[in-house]
């Protein structure tokens, strides 16, 4: 398994924006399909967004889409989720995964092979 790396969680206040980031600390993102998910306390994992190669190829959930945005950097080897418009709801680790590129975007976990740790994002007032 290759193995993410994401950074970027903490505590904000609802209303707040942050920035996730994905790292391929052993491996080129460019050549996978990234997908963001999150998992709430006591839920399921969810899917959130995906990219893969360009922005021409990219997926956003019904409840995320025009409040996260997923971008790339491949001079950094970094996979980026924009959070914005945040709500308690919003609480959850989040987390980065890999599947093999020509496979494109999904939204399913069963989907991805390879994933990283999660990196908590709190929402509280």
């Known amino acids: 398994q290759l193995h993410p790396v994401e950074s970027g969680g903490g505590l904000v206040q609802p209303g707040d924006s942050l920035r996730l980031s994905c790292v391929g600390s052993?491996?080129?993102?460019?050549?996978?399909?990234i997908g963001w998910f999150r998992q709430a306390p006591g839920k399921e994992r969810e899917g959130v967004a995906c990219f893969s190669s360009s922005d021409r190829d990219t997926y956003y959930t019904d409840s995320t889409k025009g409040k996260f945005t997923i971008s790339r950097d491949n001079a950094k080897n970094t996979v980026y989720l924009g959070l914005s418009s945040l709500v308690p709801e919003d609480t959850a680790v989040y987390y980065c995964a890999a599947r093999i590129k020509f496979m494109g975007c999904s939204s399913s976990t069963d989907d991805y092979y390879h994933w990283g740790q999660g990196t908590q994002v709190t929402v509280s007032s």
């Open positions: 052993d491996f080129s993102l460019e050549h996978y399909a």
